[in-house]
């Protein structure tokens, strides 16, 4: 690896970083041993082929992560993908608590980076749950019974920002929670906007 693929940004970022430096250099050596274009996106390190995301390089409380971005479409034989959330459809990530697990792990991280590039010559892409797939919590049903206009609002809007309220609404675990956040965007609904326009 030559130090012209290392981009400025990342170097910035690095210099900032206070927690998982040494991981985060030992992940951005490997990457870019895998020929990959690197950049800051999202605020991380982030690694592309042919100006296609592969994999992001960020850090958490209790660990850090190699993200990769059409996760789900690799092939996971050693087992060591994780789904970050349920609702995460695309993205999987190898999580680290330390260097020496990178290091230990180097020929897999690279192999699954490969597969990834792989996956991304291919022109594969992952095929996400459509909006009807999604449960209306009963709360909102009964709102839209309640207001027909607020149910012709909510088809109105884009399958993104459908998503984004169903998912708003059915994390909360309680009924008067679903309901509070309900009445709190009917006005935003109605109006056409997404849940954080």
């Known amino acids: 690896m030559t130090d012209s693929r290392k981009n400025r940004k990342v170097d910035g ?13 030992a992940l951005r050596n490997i990457v870019l041993d895998c020929e990959l274009t690197e ?19 960020h850090g958490f409380k209790e660990y850090c992560a190699l993200l990769f971005h059409k996760g789900a479409l690799l092939k996971d034989t050693h087992g060591i993908l994780i789904q970050q959330t349920e609702n995460v459809q695309a993205a999987r990530q190898i999580r680290f608590t330390n260097v020496q697990e990178i290091i230990n792990m180097e020929p897999i991280i690279k192999a699954y980076i490969h ?33 027909p206009d ?48």
């Open 39 to 57: 950049d800051i996106k999202w605020m991380h390190p982030c690694y592309m082929f042919e100006n296609k995301n592969i994999v992001l390089i």
């Open 150 to 197: 607020l149910k012709t609002a909510f088809e109105a809007l884009t399958p993104g920002r459908q998503r984004a309220y169903l998912l708003h609404f059915s994390q909360a675990k309680q009924s008067k929670t679903r309901v509070s956040r309900i009445e709190k965007y009917v006005q935003q609904i109605l109006n056409g906007k997404g849940l954080s326009d």
């Open 13 to 25: 970022f690095l210099r900032k970083t206070k927690q998982w430096k040494e991981e985060f250099e």
């Open 115 to 147: 597969e990834a590039i792989e996956v991304e010559k291919a022109g594969l892409e992952v095929e996400f749950k459509k909006t009807t797939e999604y449960i209306i919590p009963e709360e909102l049903q009964n709102k839209f019974d309640e207001m």
